[in-house]
Structure formats: C-alpha cells, structure tokens
C-alpha cells in the first residue's frame, strides 16, 4: 500500500529526534491546507504514516518540522531569532501508487533531505 512517512534524525546527539512537531500541508494554488499534524516518537518517526492509499495523491505538499522548538526543549541555547526556527521541506509526489519516505537530518544551523524508501 501507498503511503507518505517521514523521520527526524538530530545530528548533534547523533541520535533520533523525539518530540519533534511535525505538520503537513497540501498546497494547492499558493493555499496550503494542513492535513496533518503530529509529533514524532522516541524512534524520531511518527507513529503512523502521515498519508496513506487512498488519502495520498499526486500534488505539491509541505511537511514543517518545528526544529527551534525541538532543540529549546532539549536545553540548547539558541539565539532569538533562532538561525533555523522551522523547516519547510516543499515536494511533489508525481505517483500516488509509490511510498514516498521524507526523512530530515537536523541541527541548529543546518539540515538535509531525501527522498527515501
């Protein structure tokens, strides 16, 4: 079966990112419409997929990962404004028949995606 999941890994412990909140939008026509919003578990993912068949369909989303929020909560000293407060990752999912994995590689300063299996 289809479906959208997602991972946070926290690169300055080296571990996953617990706690980490995360939303979902579909965007369409410059609207974004959230659909999702959860936190992620002790494994940094969340519990269950975000979209699964028949939900997921092709079209432009946006998964927001509350990073600034994270890391305060953890006792990390950040400047005000932080440097990275959340990360908006924008995809496409061209193919509703195909898993789609969206994982984020976080620290204060930087990050990475990919699309994953």
Not at 98 to 106: C, N
């Amino acid at each position: 079966m289809s479906k959208l999941s997602t991972h946070v890994l926290d690169l300055v412990a080296g571990r996953p990112a617990a706690g980490v909140r995360v939303e979902l939008f579909r965007v369409e026509g410059g609207a974004q419409r959230r659909l999702v919003e959860t936190r992620t578990n002790a494994d940094g993912r969340t519990d269950s997929p975000l979209l699964q068949a028949p939900a997921l369909e092709a079209g432009h989303y946006l998964l927001r990962f509350h990073v600034a929020e994270h890391f305060r909560g953890l006792g990390h000293s950040l400047p005000e404004p932080p440097f990275l407060d959340q990360v908006d990752v924008h995809f496409g999912i061209a193919d509703a028949g195909t898993s789609y994995h969206v994982p984020l590689l976080v620290t204060p300063w930087s990050y990475s995606t990919y699309r994953g299996s």
